[in-house]
């Protein structure tokens, strides 16, 4: 039976509703429910709604609220994050639901990032696949998973637009570029919160883009440190993700931790309310990022975490994730006269309203289907979607003399630590991803290829410099026909806390690269990391570079199924890899600068070039081989002017003229030759993916209207600019065919 509190909760909710009911369309239904609750409400049970704590599950902070139970009864905490199991989320649930006055149900949040049980590879990764159709598919299979585990929310999709290597977190985006990383984070909030944003759904979950805003760009690539750009850079480069995902339908965004222009995010009036409530039109709620309402104090614009929490609130702050600041001293500001209790009301109903939205209040336990749990955890066909995206997030960067794909039955020696690892290959933020479950690439390349053909040895670990494993490794490799060698960076090497000076692949792992050489055998070198590296030396060194990422569950398959060319590899890099880390920021969609160069062996002097490195990355945006080639025809365009309001085919053959069926993404570009401000020397404005058999070829052709070409001009206003403009096409950013048309 049903609790009192909730039957009387569902009845105010239900009598009020019908009375005041003029309209009968879902969203005003919605709202009326939602005044209907507020009506009942005490001040302290309102901020309960704003406050998030983090269940004994605790894997993010040190700051684990202690009594979180007895919040929970008592009404002071409306919401609970890193719990999961459909058990443990209903026991939770249970006590909201039966124990407290109200009985409004929790919301229960989770860093679903990559997957829930079944780990996709790392959103770096799977940006690298160009694959809009299996990235929405799997947020999807995330979404299900953990919505039958109980959750209703994920913080994601992470959409920080970054041009910096050493900031770990660049794992966790889509690269660097905004049109690449808008289209994604669309696909991904449509993944997660269903196709109609059907959050109603019981396999749906809340979208929650992440974070707001700007925190890609901390100077020095140094987590958490200070973010200052030009207000142009932010709204034509940082920006649009954002919006984009807004646009798709998210119900939630969660604030950075780090400031802009010298205000911190948190306390930010401008990003929180006039940018994105006014211009953007959010209609959902601000959760904070953990603790970062505390830690404006520590930025310096507040006295104390009272004073911190006034800036949030009046900033537009919906929710306070683990800082127990709304929850300490909110009742005693509104009390005080400091903020006025309209404003909480306005965030309590941000809150009520995700949480109609979701149909908590009709099936509170709707998440808490113990037989569908085990029916769709691990299900075969996300295990299968799994593997897909990891095949087609791999970027193969170079390939001598195709010495892949290997043959099977030739003798293989593996090493590496990574080859066996099977943790490393989750990445960061596996959410409930399970290592004991799954099976390395050593396993599957024995699987594949037969025990008696490999052979292992570690050779050294990934971190550290121990070499007392190399001698096993050279004899190991001596006996086989290739040497396959796996090294990278372990797991907690790259996500959140997890910047480097120094994007070399760590340890001694590059040494022995270098002994393995000189056995004259072809070095197939894997990789394993989660931004990208300064893989200049093992570019000299290796026969074959294949970028795997950490491809998650299926991981291991997907590497020997590349490897053996069962999948021909077909991913492009969405962020630059320098040569070195002294040429970072180095990303494609630059400007050209007053004193540019145009061939790397400038002699003046006194150009924008480096005196002891060349500018030019070792694998540009865009970049990615396969095990067939294809060729570009020039490009032809419908005409060579396009009217203010017309539009323009550009088209270009592409034939697959090697011996392989393969795939590839043709890319379109653009530059805006003469602006009112300087305009970038390229920029990304469409991509298709196609798949050719050998032989075949296929015309592209891409429709450009003039509001790809808007940005904002020297008097901030959002627009075109009338003149000439070159259109490129390619298979990455650096090589490309080129036209030229006039904007009238
Ligand atoms: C991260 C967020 C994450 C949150 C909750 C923070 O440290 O910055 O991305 O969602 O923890 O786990």
């Not at 990278?488 to 996500?495: A, L, P, Q, R, V």
């Not at 392989?660 to 991509?687: A, I, N």
């Amino acid at each position: 039976m049903k609790n009192i509190a909730q039957l009387i909760l569902m009845l105010s909710i239900i009598l009020l509703a019908s009375c005041q009911q003029k309209k009968s369309d879902p969203a005003s239904i919605i709202e009326q429910k939602v005044d209907s609750v507020l009506k009942l409400m005490t001040l302290e049970e309102k901020i309960g709604q704003m406050v998030l704590y983090t269940s004994d599950w605790d894997i993010t902070g040190p700051t684990l609220k202690k009594g979180y139970l007895e919040d929970i009864k008592n009404g002071h905490c409306g919401n609970i994050f890193n719990a999961h199991t459909t058990a443990y989320v209903h026991k939770l649930q249970k006590i909201a639901v039966e124990e407290s006055r109200l009985g409004i149900p929790l919301l229960f949040g989770y860093d679903v990032i990559h997957g829930h049980k079944t780990i996709f590879p790392i959103s770096l990764g799977e940006s690298a696949s160009w694959d809009l159709v299996a990235i929405e598919n799997g947020a999807r299979v995330a979404a299900i998973e953990a919505a039958a585990s109980g959750l209703n929310w994920t913080f994601a999709p992470m959409v920080d637009i970054s041009v910096d290597p050493r900031w770990g977190r660049v794992s966790e985006g889509a690269g660097e570029d905004p049109f690449l990383g808008s289209r994604i984070a669309e696909a991904r909030v449509r993944g997660f919160q269903g196709k109609d944003n059907n959050l109603a759904d019981t396999l749906t979950l809340l979208a929650c883009v992440k974070h707001f805003a700007a925190y890609g760009a901390p100077q020095a690539g140094r987590d958490y440190n200070t973010v200052d750009m030009s207000q142009r850079v932010f709204l034509d480069t940082y920006l649009p993700p954002y919006k984009a995902a807004i646009d798709a339908g998210a119900m939630s965004v969660m604030t950075s931790f780090n400031e802009l222009d010298g205000v911190p995010a948190s306390g930010s009036k401008y990003l929180l309310t006039d940018l994105l409530r006014g211009k953007l039109g959010f209609k959902g709620l601000v959760v904070t990022d953990h603790t970062s309402i505390n830690e404006m104090v520590n930025h310096g614009v507040a006295d104390n975490d009272a004073e911190a929490g006034l800036l949030a609130v009046k900033a537009g702050v919906d929710m306070d994730m683990q800082g127990e600041v709304f929850f300490k001293y909110l009742k005693k500001q509104v009390d005080d006269g400091l903020v006025e209790e309209k404003l909480i009301d306005e965030a309590v109903r941000r809150v009520l309203r995700v949480k109609f939205m979701l149909g908590l209040f009709d099936d509170p336990y709707k998440y808490c289907n113990e037989a569908r749990e085990k029916q769709l955890v691990y299900a075969p066909e996300h295990l299968e979607a799994a593997l897909d995206m990891a095949k087609k997030s791999m970027v193969l960067l170079k390939n001598n003399n195709n010495v892949l794909p290997l043959k099977k039955g030739e003798k293989i020696a593996v090493i590496g630590e990574l080859a066996a690892s099977t943790r490393d290959l989750l990445g960061s933020w596996k959410a409930a991803g399970d290592w004991d479950f799954m099976k390395s690439t050593l396993d599957e390349l024995k699987l594949y290829n037969g025990e008696k053909n490999i052979f292992f040895a570690e050779g050294c670990k990934t971190i550290g410099n121990d070499r007392s494993g190399f001698t096993q490794a050279m004899a190991t490799a001596r006996k086989a026909e290739k040497i396959v060698l796996v090294i990278g960076e372990n797991w907690d090497w790259s996500g959140e806390a997890a910047s480097r000076t120094n994007i070399k692949i760590p340890g001694v792992q590059t040494e022995l690269l270098e002994k393995l050489k000189a056995l004259n055998k072809p070095i197939i070198v894997v990789l394993m990391n989660g931004r990208p590296l300064d893989l200049t030396r093992e570019n000299e060194l290796a026969d074959a570079l294949l970028e795997t990422w950490y491809a998650g569950t299926m991981g291991g398959k997907a590497i020997t199924q590349v490897l053996y060319g069962e999948y021909n590899p077909s991913g492009k890099l969405t962020m630059t890899f320098p040569m070195n880390v002294g040429q970072i920021p180095l990303y494609y969609n630059a400007k050209n600068t007053g004193r540019p160069i145009y061939l790397p062996n400038d002699k003046d002097k006194y150009k924008s070039k480096y005196i002891d490195s060349p500018n030019d990355p070792l694998f540009p945006f865009g970049y990615g081989l396969s095990y067939t080639t294809f060729a570009y025809s020039d490009i032809k365009l419908s005409s060579n002017e396009l009217a203010a309001k017309g539009d323009l085919k550009a088209t270009v053959r592409v034939t697959n003229t090697g011996k392989y069926d393969g795939e590839e993404v043709v890319q379109l570009y653009v530059r805006d030759l003469v602006g009112s401000v300087t305009r970038p020397v390229k920029e990304l404005k469409g991509f298709e993916k196609i798949r050719l058999k050998a032989g075949e070829s296929k015309v592209v052709t891409f429709t450009i209207t003039p509001d790809m070409l808007a940005f904002h001009r020297l008097d901030m206003t959002y627009g075109t600019e009338p003149g000439d403009y070159k259109l490129f096409m390619g298979g990455n950013s650096r090589d490309v065919k080129e036209a030229g048309f006039k904007l009238k």
